[in-house]
């Protein structure tokens, strides 16, 4: 199917988030349309800071109220676009069927549009490494698109905290399905890992989760990873730029899938020591960390981070289809930080001595 037009209408869902604002930010810098999906549009807290973006003032970027929940609400925005970002999250992981739903009100609405050619979708990496045994991935150590996860594991339930995973799974083959029977559009899959990097309004600091970890690191305070597995990331601004590069393709197909990421790892705590060593100026006195897990997986600490560490994680797909070079870890943290404190009104626990400067 046809990649959009340079410069064509791009309706992107969940504009209000991390990663749907710098899609939306990067589509307008490159001269493109955009209409931007968000549930409330009375909410000042979630929505100035996209009236405040270029292309606002000229009619480039417009703003939409449409919640995913509601069939048919999408049908008036899709109208007239050339492509989709559908980038928001759902309201419930856990209720597999009511994803079905929520898929079905955006094919329906891109089916009516009679003009879109191509649908971006983002699952998650939590679609291509979250196995129901973790043993299965020192069987499959290699992290790649064509990693499958076993869907007939017994303990692949939403009740065994698998929901999203399972919905994103579940996301991907609806879309491609329904591309293929359409015939007028495809979808092709991003997964983003870990995103980091700058907020772009207050709001995102309490979202991510991982903008948001790094908010708890300012603050005193920071959660142990599921299953102590080391952060995964990819910059927001180098997931965003995946998410238009393959919009602009002409070398992708229906149903492939595109892991995003810089294949760079670094374990929770050393992202927190990582503040200060990346910004000694700002005197960051550390944090405390917390491990919620039970006793039984604490015990298991050293044994799940080495099956973790044995991992291979891989981007070549991705590299060789838009020769994209991601940022280093680094600079997705230091930015992070830097924006959380400026953006977010962060408010860092510092060491003795150290002051914010405001
Ligand atoms: N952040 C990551 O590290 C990461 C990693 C892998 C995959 N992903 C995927 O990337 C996508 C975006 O993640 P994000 O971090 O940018 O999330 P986010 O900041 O929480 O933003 C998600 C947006 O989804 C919208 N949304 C939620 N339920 C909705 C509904 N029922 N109808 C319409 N919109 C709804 C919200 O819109 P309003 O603000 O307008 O209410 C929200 O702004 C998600 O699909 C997520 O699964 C994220």
Excluded at 332 to 337: A, E, F, N, T
Aim: glycine letters at 8%.
């Amino acid at each position: 199917m046809a990649p959009v037009p340079l410069g064509g209408t791009i309706a992107v869902t969940g504009s209000a988030g991390f990663i749907g604002s710098w899609i939306v930010k990067l589509l307008l810098a490159r001269g493109y349309r955009v209409r931007a999906c968000v549930r409330n549009l009375a909410d000042e807290s979630r929505t100035a800071f996209l009236r405040q973006m270029e292309g606002y003032g000229t009619g480039r970027l417009t703003l939409h109220e449409a919640d995913l929940d509601n069939p048919g609400c999408f049908d008036d925005i899709f109208a007239g676009c050339h492509g989709v970002c559908h980038v928001s999250h759902v309201s419930d992981y856990d209720d597999q069927d009511y994803i079905s739903r929520t898929c079905e009100h955006i094919i329906e609405s891109v089916n009516k549009s009679g003009t879109v050619s191509r649908v971006v979708v983002t699952s998650s990496l939590a679609a291509v490494i979250q196995d129901a045994d973790i043993q299965e991935l020192v069987r499959r150590p290699v992290i790649y698109e064509d990693r499958i996860l076993d869907e007939n594991h017994p303990k692949r339930t939403p009740e065994r905290g698998q929901g999203y995973s399972m919905g994103k799974v579940l996301t991907e083959i609806l879309f491609a399905e329904a591309a293929e029977l359409s015939g007028d559009w495809d979808t092709i899959t991003i997964c983003p890992a870990d995103n980091v990097g700058p907020i772009l309004s207050p709001h995102q600091k309490d979202m991510g989760p991982w903008q948001h970890n790094i908010e708890t690191m300012l603050t005193g305070k920071y959660y142990q990873n599921a299953g102590y597995r080391p952060w995964m990331v990819v910059d927001v601004r180098d997931d965003a730029a995946c998410h238009i590069g393959v919009l602009e393709s002409t070398e992708v197909y229906n149903g492939e899938r595109y892991l995003a990421w810089s294949t760079e790892t670094r374990n929770v705590e050393d992202i927190c020591a990582d503040i200060d060593r990346l910004l000694p100026e700002l005197g960051h006195a550390g944090a405390e960390l917390v491990d919620p897990f039970p006793e039984h997986i604490q015990q298991r600490e050293t044994q799940l981070r080495q099956i973790w560490a044995q991992c291979d994680l891989r981007n070549d797909r991705i590299v060789g289809l838009l020769g994209i070079e991601f940022r280093p870890m680094d600079e997705s943290i230091r930015d992070c930080v830097e924006s959380l404190i400026a953006v977010g009104g962060v408010k860092p626990v510092l060491r003795e001595g150290f002051d914010l400067r405001q």
